[in-house]
């Protein structure tokens, strides 16, 4: 097994998801504390637009991902902040309108639906070097805007509301959260497809959140979790030649399972 990682593929798809996995759990925390459930199901609905677009214009799935992505996120925000309606609603406005168009597309451009929906399942067998590219640089954005932004990050975690009382700008750093939740949606796409996206955007959060005392270890938690499910579910998908996105699921899923829920103490 251990020769497969010399092959250009599969040692990309390794690098891939070592950053993928170590660092979109961060953007799953911030999916978690900040309430943007419904936002990750817009964006994973986006996608299908995406899909459907790329196939009738034969364009690259990325960029098309990328560019919904941006243009959802903008409509959302200006929704939700000029037009009357909170993000919940706006997110599931632009949900419904997302698969509507998806639907008028592939039935405009004669684009087959099961060529849509195989989509959705990714491979990492298939990041080139300049994708490989992107998700580095992805990857530290998040890290880079955790670390240097961290005050105000966990002030917004603790309360909105405080964290605007001390004069931070709240709403352009949850601007930029978004769109790092967005581009990690998009990303993640690339290499475990949108059914699987949870896979190593939230369940690595959701089991930091039963072990992390604190803010901080919620995110270093929440990093090595990603980080060894993606990699060992990467790993059995090899020695037992299974989809990658399937195995790193299930690593994720058993992880969950395994972990006991921190004790309070009293």
């Known amino acids: 097994m251990f020769d497969l ?7 990309r798809a390794l690098l891939t998801l070592m950053f993928a996995g170590s660092t979109f759990p961060l953007a799953g925390v911030m999916v978690l504390r900040l309430n943007l459930m419904q936002l990750r199901y817009t964006l994973m609905h986006g996608l299908l637009l995406g899909g459907a677009l790329s196939l009738a214009l034969d364009l690259p799935s990325l960029p098309v991902y990328l560019a919904v ?33 998806a639907a008028v597309i592939t039935q405009v451009a004669d684009v087959p639906s099961k060529d849509t929906l195989e989509l959705l399942w990714g491979s990492p067998f298939t990041v080139r070097w300049p994708e490989l590219a992107a998700f580095a640089l992805l990857s530290v ?20 509301d405080v964290a605007i009382s001390t004069g931070r700008n709240v709403r352009a750093h949850e601007t930029v ?90």
């Not at 990682?5 to 040692?11: D, E, G, M």
């Not at 954005?141 to 909105?160: E, G, K, P, Q, S």
């Not at 896979?199 to 995110?219: D, E, H, M, Q, Y």
């Open 69 to 101: 992505c941006v243009l959802t996120v903008l409509l959302v925000l200006h929704m939700s902040r000029s037009g009357g309606m909170n993000m919940g609603i706006s997110s599931s406005f632009m949900m419904v309108m997302a698969v509507a168009l």
């Open 5 to 11: 990682l010399l092959l250009p593929p599969i040692y």
């Open 141 to 160: 954005a998040i890290v880079l805007f955790t670390i240097l932004d961290w005050r105000t990050v966990n002030l917004m975690f603790f309360d909105r």
């Open 177 to 266: 959260m978004v769109f790092l939740i967005a581009f990690s949606v998009a990303m993640s796409m690339r290499f475990v497809g949108a059914l699987l996206i949870d896979a190593l955007l939230l369940l690595p959060a959701v089991i930091a959140l039963k072990r992390a005392t604190s803010v901080r270890n919620l995110f270093i938690t929440a990093s090595l979790a990603g980080l060894g499910t993606a990699v060992s579910g990467f790993m059995l998908s090899l020695f037992f030649d299974l989809p990658p996105s399937s195995m790193i699921a299930l690593a994720s899923a058993i992880l969950y399972i395994v972990v006991p829920k921190r004790r309070v103490a009293g």
